[in-house]
């Protein structure tokens, strides 16, 4: 038999929103390499035939190299085996999904793309916040804020007047809210921080742009976490353990919109 890849994207960590086709992939799968954002705590059962490789994390902690990931996926396609590389939230939202992608053409290896919920949309509805809502915003841009953003990038985010959403985002947010300011943004512009989505955990920190790295400092807001940028914040609503605060301080921050 000819080996191949299947990239699956696994959605915010939960079982359930995994979709059909990536639970027919795990099934017929005979290596899988998974990381730590991917729901994995019942992948035995979800792949009971394949071989379980975590590859967000080793012995000392630290992740795999990404080239390494590359070679695990191609040798293992190569010897003829179907391996299943299952990534957190859609394989080609910031994941690097496409370069391991590009490394199976490389090698002539068949793969395919499974799509998955992405967290940069589902996390903030975990926290009742829509990205879009009529009259309030009618676009959301997705960032990465693994680095700090450019001024020139943070001017046209600004400029743009709609919801920013970035993953990757605890380590900058000092950076990214003073530039904000700094691009000409509202300072009172309400900022969320979701931590954990969908975990038992979830937890949603609410202030604006000038005092989210206070109180999300004071609440020690850790990685993995969702930040959410403009007026749908408003909309907060239900979701998790924090709710109720999480109303009382939305309200305070300004009329919801009907
Ligand atoms: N491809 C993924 C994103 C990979 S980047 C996707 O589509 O979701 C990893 C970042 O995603 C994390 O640093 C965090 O910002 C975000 N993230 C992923 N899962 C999350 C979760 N369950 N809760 C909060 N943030 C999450």
């Known amino acids: 038999m000819s080996g191949r890849v299947t990239l699956v994207g696994g959605g915010p960590g939960r079982e359930d929103l995994l979709t059909l086709a990536a639970v027919r992939a795990l099934a017929a799968a005979d290596v ?9 705590e019942g992948l035995a059962g979800l792949a009971p035939n394949a071989e379980l490789i975590d ?10 190299p ?23 939230g859609d394989p080609y939202v ?21 799509p998955g919920v992405t967290s940069a949309i589902a996390v903030p509805g975990a926290a009742g916040i829509p990205l879009t809502h009529r009259g309030l915003s009618h676009l959301f841009t997705v960032v990465s804020g693994h680095a700090p953003l450019t001024d020139d990038e943070l001017a046209h985010l600004a400029g743009l007047g709609g919801t920013i959403v970035v993953l990757m ?3 900058t947010l000092p950076s990214l809210t ?15 921080i979701i931590e954990r989505g969908f975990r038992d955990d979830q937890r949603t920190t609410i ?7 206070t109180t999300a400092g004071r609440a020690r807001v850790s990685s ?6 403009g007026e749908v914040v408003r909309l907060a609503h239900d979701g998790d353990a924090s709710a109720t605060e999480l109303m009382e301080r939305a309200a305070s921050l300004g009329a919801v919109v009907p």
Not at 66 to 88: F, M, N, T, W, Y
Not at 97 to 103: M, N, T
């Open 178 to 192: 003073a530039g904000l300011v700094r691009a000409g943004m509202s300072a009172t512009m309400p900022v969320a």
């Open 224 to 229: 993995p976490a969702v930040i959410v940028v």
């Open 66 to 88: 990404q080239s390494e990931i590359e070679s695990l996926l191609v040798d293992r396609a190569l010897a003829g085996l179907h391996a299943v590389r299952l990534k957190g």
């Open 169 to 171: 985002g605890v380590n």
């Open 94 to 114: 910031l994941g690097r999904g496409s370069e391991e992608v590009l490394a199976c053409h490389r090698a002539g290896i068949p793969v395919d793309v499974v």
């Open 32 to 40: 899988v390499l998974y990381d730590r954002l991917a729901p994995h």
């Open 207 to 213: 202030g604006d742009l000038t005092d989210i790295v």
């Open 55 to 64: 590859v967000g994390k080793r012995p000392g902690h630290h992740a795999i």
